[in-house]
């Protein structure tokens, strides 16, 4: 885990590991890993949405025959130099489609797409989302303005004991094949921190996702009405452009067939409101990770499990809280709030020192891909060390590395996973 960028999961060999994973595709390597370095640039704010969709047009439509990526287009009532009437074009095409219909965003690019390819840029320097502000936040991405639902996470570091239970509960809920985990919790040493650390690692459900940026093919995607980011299976070519865009490392192939047959899974725990294809695991060849459990959220195991996930309810330990992040009680709001008031500091002597001495943060922030999950605790030095945890994956009847099983021939004779 020792890293040099101030990163936890990055590493000097990430790209030549990015480079073997893409190599194992059909598709352009180079590509994906030169999107994947600027859909972070452009979450980041170094490179503006509309330069990044013309940079990769031309190349992306000859290798897919299609540009269906998730991007956010400046509002043309509020655009300076709109690029010799771009943006009013292509405006005008976007305001006359619903969003929900079956002639959604993948025939909305399409019909796009020619005026897009001859983008002259020139005088943007970030983007304009739906709200009218600079940066990051999709476009469709509630929270901007404090309503609607934006679903996310507090995860309290202090009350984790490393257990692996939420890893176990996830898995089996979602039917995930043995090795491939959408929640991973890492023990690590960190110089000047407690002798043992945990860090439970979901999808961060980012606001200004790179991963959505990336995908040619419209698959992985921003849910307009909660901002939950996820994957049409029926869509997911398996390019794996997503896996090397995403900073946090959250993404898995499924190699093989499941270990659960489709056959065995509940269809209303697959689709979801709109009738996509994004809950519970994906086929052989697709694209998967975290989902917030979308057919909670979706009321398809019942209503009393709506703005729950199955992790918080395996953690005895009271660290994870899962819950709508614009509703003031909601649990992870509460848990931060109630959490604060438990730990006091004195400002009898000092009044400007602050109220409280709980430390927050966001994980690598700094990229600016507004993660909807907040982490109580101390944050991980570019120096921290995994080591072994408390429970062994073993023990807890569960495999640390997908490509172990396939070795063994448990579900095919292909590839590894990467985590």
């Not at 390597?29 to 509309?50: C, F, H, I, Y």
């Not at 489709?262 to 695991?281: H, K």
């Amino acid at each position: 885990m020792s890293t040099d960028d101030d990163s936890l999961y990055t590493s000097p060999d990430d790209e030549e590991r990015h480079r073997r994973l893409l190599d194992e595709t059909e598709y352009d390597t180079e590509l994906g890993l030169e999107m994947a370095r600027d859909a972070q640039r452009v979450s980041a704010g170094e490179l503006s949405e509309v330069e990044f969709y013309r940079r990769y047009h031309e190349r992306i439509v000859e290798e897919f025959d299609i540009d269906d990526r998730e991007i956010d287009l400046p509002d043309p009532d509020e655009a300076e130099g709109s690029g010799e009437g771009f943006l009013d074009d292509l405006g005008s095409v976007l305001a006359d489609v619903d969003p929900e219909t079956d002639e959604s965003r993948r025939s909305v690019m399409q019909k796009g797409a020619a005026v897009a390819g001859g983008l002259a840029v020139g005088g943007w320097g970030t983007v304009q989302n739906a709200a009218g502000q600079d940066g990051g936040g999709g476009a469709d991405a509630p929270g901007d303005d404090e309503e609607g639902t934006r679903w996310g996470m507090t995860i309290n570091l202090n009350n984790c004991d490393g257990c692996l239970a939420c890893m176990v509960a996830c898995d089996q809920e979602h039917n995930l094949s043995r090795g491939a985990h959408w929640m991973y919790v890492f023990a690590y040493e960190d110089e000047g921190q407690a002798d043992e650390n945990f860090l439970p690692r979901t999808c961060q459900h980012c606001t200004d996702s790179p991963c959505t940026k990336v995908c040619p093919v419209g698959a992985r995607h921003t849910r307009t009405e909660d901002g939950l980011v996820l994957t049409d299976y029926d869509i997911c070519i398996g390019c794996r452009y997503c896996e090397v865009s995403c900073p946090y490392g959250v993404n898995y192939f499924q190699w093989g067939e499941p270990d659960v047959p489709e056959s065995e899974i509940d269809e209303d725990t697959q689709y979801d409101d709109r009738g996509r294809w994004v809950g519970n695991r994906p086929p052989e060849g697709v694209m998967g990770k975290c989902t917030f459990c979308v057919d909670r959220q979706d009321g398809a195991m019942g209503e009393d499990l709506v703005g729950t996930t199955a992790c918080e309810e395996a953690c005895a330990m009271d660290a994870i809280h899962f819950g709508d992040l614009n509703d003031p009680e909601s649990a992870p709001n509460r848990h931060l709030r109630e959490y604060r008031e438990a730990q006091p500091n004195d400002t009898s002597e000092f009044p400007d020192r602050k109220e409280h001495t709980v430390s927050t943060f966001e994980l690598l922030a700094e990229r600016g891909t507004e993660p909807n999950v907040t982490f109580v605790g101390n944050e991980p030095s570019p120096h921290a060390e995994q080591v072994e945890g408390p429970v062994t994956y073993e023990e807890m009847g569960l495999v640390d590395d997908r490509k172990e099983v396939l070795d063994d021939g448990a579900t095919a004779t292909q590839g590894g996973e990467s985590a």
